[in-house]
């Protein structure tokens, strides 16, 4: 369930309760904002973890995201209410790197149970793209930081790409480790999520063999997106990714970064420029004009809204491959 739909349903049972329809009130509990219900509560950061959540907790979870559907994550900045909500839920799940912020507040939150899920999988360095991911967010508030044991890592955390959800078999990686640790969290449903998180890999090892199976034999391998946000995508099915704007979504491309993609367009057969849901299409917009390319949109999945192709993450992946299959040529 999506947080709009959510907040929704908390005002209807509010209302409902208020002219004296009691039968309601047994749903307030799932449809409070904050993190303090009688379920196991979850604070997830945004929304790939929101859905690890929902899927392997089911019933058993009250999933609050701190991510608001169509806010960019990467900038998140957290409210005092937000990080208040943080120390009062049974668990925090989330992508340390992707949200300065947010790793900030779980290091001071006193939540028993912090599931990193970039500790999960294996994170890797996508290089030799043009951005400065999270350096703006970096300098003060690290050297502020009392985790000593992570400083001397700093440099590294930062090149290292944390969009890994994207890759399917990577994401079923990440929650074999959160149905772990809801387990030994919340042993009483440890058997339900379990059987939970079976059938979400499940999903996923098919949505993979989709991908596997509709990107294998293509007339060009190369795509061009937004951000660099498909890397471990790209990898898993032997494509390769260039991005315009590197692994943030708010930078803007060189003069020479854009010669050199329209070159590169005419070399590798590149037919489609892509852009995503939640930030602007100029810079893709004009690139592809100039190049005489095609637009579409390859979503990365930092947010589900309205204009979303898919209400969920294995719709909107399967969405993903259909963009990429016609973009690349798939026979
Ligand atoms: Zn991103």
Redesign the pocket.
Known sequence: MNVRRRHISGIAVTAAAAVGLGTLSACSSDSSAAGNTDKFDVVASFYPMQYLAEQIGGDHVNVTTLTQPGQE??DLELSAKQTAQMGEADAVLYLKTLQPAVDEAVGQADVKTKIDAATLTKLKDHGSVEHDHGHDHGGEEHAAEEHSEEAHSEEEEHALDP?VWLDPVKYAEIAEGVATAFEKADPDNAADYRKNADALTKKLADLDTAYKDGLANTDTKVFFTN?A?FGYLAERYGLTQEAING?D?ESEPSPARIKELQDEAKADGVTTVFYETLVSDKTAKTLAKDAGLKTDVLD?L?GITDKSKGDDYIAVMESNLKALEAALGAK
Do not use: C, I, V
């Open positions: 994550p990467h969009h951000h946000a692994l979504p990365p930092e």
